[in-house]
């Protein structure tokens, strides 16, 4: 090889491109407590490897309990919340939310959680700011009863605004054939549970943010009345995760099926997925009034002057996730949904005929 001659230009690194692959490195090693502290007994323990691994051990969890397992699988991200979570540099609770997201969707089939993966990308990696992020990770596994069982962190200069930074969640669980909640059994008359979400969750933040920052103007850290706190801390309000809720209730119910629909009310709001925990030919009816729906819905509703349709088209208007369960057991649901501090009403019942979603 020839010798660098003096006017040559410095050979250049990875480093700078803007990617520095030893912060990367203790940034793995930094967090991986985190993911100890979510492993239970399936784990199998593998540190540096490329794959993580969860053991379905005969005899054990999965046994005499679950003749026919099939595993489960969602993904999701937080969304523009992310964008409240930059403004307010407050970092801690946006992986609870991460987790939920599809961890809520998982357990619409009776699904227990198994394990979770996180992809996390952003233009320069800043390690404290995503420690906090990790750190909400694992608190949101420990909450729905999974493993952190391993991600990947992307540094990518140029892709993304200073400062900023994606998330992608993924969940992995099993259900027996037998036990799988597919909405079969609904008949006409069957009672929707509705449980109490804590605020917005993770969904509809772009007219959020429309509202508050465009049209009305206000700042993050502006103290509203009605909220109790300042408006960022409301909008941070992490998307609660029903995963204990629904295998408790579901553990209740094991020889005759009296939960025969979930649905987690996402984006699409009640009619965009009361429908999809309900046969085609059967429609639900919702009873306004019949819940207290929180004070920020309200307020958004009237600084963007959105009529009541598109609140219930676009947010979960105070009801994260329903339940459609038999008529014989609704009340005894609403007992011990309360009982383990979950607040939860009797919302409507399910109807025959079109497969929408009134709200009346």
């Known amino acids: ?43 199998v323990e593998y540190p540096g490897g490329f ?11 999965f046994s005499k309990k679950s003749p026919k397992p099939m595993l489960v699988s969602t993904t999701d991200g937080v969304g523009t919340k992310l964008k409240i979570a930059f403004m307010m540099d ?10 939920a997201m599809s961890v809520n ?9 198994l394990f979770f993966l996180d992809y996390m990308a952003t233009g320069k990696l800043k390690q404290e700011v995503m420690l906090h992020v990790v750190e909400g ?5 420990r909450k729905a009863g999974c493993a952190l069982l391993g991600g990947e962190t992307a540094e990518m200069p140029g892709f993304y605004q200073p400062g900023e930074y994606d998330l ?6 099993m259900v027996d054939r037998k036990r799988w909640i597919n909405g079969s059994r609904t008949q006409p008359g069957d009672k929707i549970v509705g449980l109490a979400s804590s605020g917005i969750h993770s969904n509809g933040y772009s007219l959020v943010r429309k509202v508050f920052f465009e049209k009305a103007r206000w700042k993050v850290d502006r103290y509203v009345d009605d909220f109790g706190c300042t408006l960022g801390e409301e909008l941070l309000k992490p998307t609660l995760i029903y995963a204990a809720a629904v295998m408790k209730i579901l553990a209740c119910y094991k020889v005759k099926v009296m939960v025969r629909g979930i649905a987690n009310i996402t984006g699409g709001g009640f009619p965009g997925n009361i ?16 819940w207290p729906v929180p004070p920020v ?16 088209r676009v947010f979960n208007m105070g009801i994260g996730m329903v339940f459609v369960v038999s008529p014989f057991v609704a009340n005894a649901v609403m007992r011990r949904l309360r009982k383990m501090g979950q607040a939860a009403y009797l919302i409507g019942q399910v109807t025959a005929g079109e497969h929408i979603v009134t709200i009346e």
């Open 51 to 61: 794959a993580g691994l969860f053991d379905l051990k005969p005899g054990g969890l």
């Open 168 to 173: 992608a969640g993924f969940a992995v669980g």
């Open 1 to 43: 090889m020839a010798p660098a001659k003096r006017d040559d230009p410095p050979a250049l690194s990875y480093e700078d491109s803007g990617v520095n692959i030893s912060a990367g490195d203790e940034f793995a090693s930094r967090i991986q407590h985190f993911l100890w502290q979510t492993y239970g007994p399936n784990v």
């Open 105 to 113: 969707d998982l357990i619409c089939v009776g699904a227990q959680p």
């Open 137 to 141: 990770i694992a608190d949101g596994c």
């Open 297 to 312: 819905f309200e307020v958004i509703r009237k600084l963007g002057r959105i009529d009541n349709e598109e609140m219930y």
């Open 90 to 99: 407050k970092h801690d609770t946006v992986g609870i939310d991460l987790v």
């Open 275 to 290: 429908p999809r925990a309900l046969p085609p030919a059967f429609g639900a009816r919702i009873a306004l009034g019949t």
